[in-house]
């Protein structure tokens, strides 16, 4: 059964950082893309980042780029997003998603984890 | 970006109604368009892919069309499980943009 589980959520301060992580079992991990989605109730849901499967192709939203660092360890089945420079409009809850195409076909997040949420507060 | 606008944001119908929601971008995406549903408290959770595949395991009940810039997700026979949000996602091109959701109600 594929499993996706995010941690590492929590308060932190505005300016702040805070480190996502992902673990994924049930699938071979290195094979597969995968992507930070985040969700507020204000904006809904928002991508933010994608990672090829060797994690030599990443990707990122224009508001995230420079602030934002997805990365990848294959060996421990393992996603990982680092925030820095927080503000409020960073909170939300934040998704780990596997990425997945057919043949060419539309590119869809076919696996979701469960979410961590992320409060920005002083 | 692409703005991928859907309507209604809210819609309330009768257990075995058909009821249909409607997706539209800012420019064309040819068909490279995915439909989601969010239940309360849950992840989202993929209907669609490429405007009109069934994904496995989802109920027959669900179709999807379009192509360009309009799109639709139908559900035919309205069950009680279905109240959930549903999002659209284009994935033609970067940043990969939501709708701002759906929020399908029984009466």
């Known amino acids: 059964e594929v499993q996706l589980v995010e941690s590492g959520g929590g308060l932190a301060q505005p300016g702040g950082s805070l480190r996502l992580s992902c673990a994924a079992s049930?699938?071979?991990?290195?094979?597969?893309?995968m992507n930070w989605v985040r969700q507020t109730p204000g904006k809904g849901l928002e991508w933010l980042s994608y990672i090829s499967s060797s994690g030599r192709s990443v990707k990122y939203a224009d508001s995230m780029q420079g602030r934002f660092t997805i990365s990848r360890a294959n060996a421990k089945n393992s996603l990982y997003l680092q925030m820095n420079s927080l503000t409020a409009e960073d909170t939300a809850v934040y998704y780990c998603a596997r990425g997945k195409t057919d043949y060419g076909d539309s590119y869809y997040f076919d696996y979701w984890g469960q979410g961590t949420p992320v409060t920005v507060s002083s | 970006d692409i703005q991928m606008t859907q309507s209604p944001s809210s819609l309330p119908a009768s257990v075995g109604d058909r009821v249909i929601i409607t997706c539209r971008a800012s420019?064309?995406?040819?068909?490279?368009l995915n439909w989601y549903q969010q239940k309360s408290g849950k992840a989202p959770k993929v209907l669609m892919y490429?405007?009109?595949n069934l994904q496995s395991g989802v109920p027959s009940r669900f179709s999807g069309s379009g192509s360009g810039t309009e799109f639709s997700l139908t559900i035919n026979s309205l069950q009680f499980e279905d109240v959930a949000t549903y999002y659209c996602q284009q994935s033609y091109s970067y940043p990969y943009t939501f709708g701002q959701g759906t929020k399908l109600e029984i009466k």
């Open positions: 049930g699938f071979s991990f290195s094979s597969y893309e």
């Open positions: 420019q064309s995406i040819s068909k490279y």
């Open positions: 490429g405007a009109s």
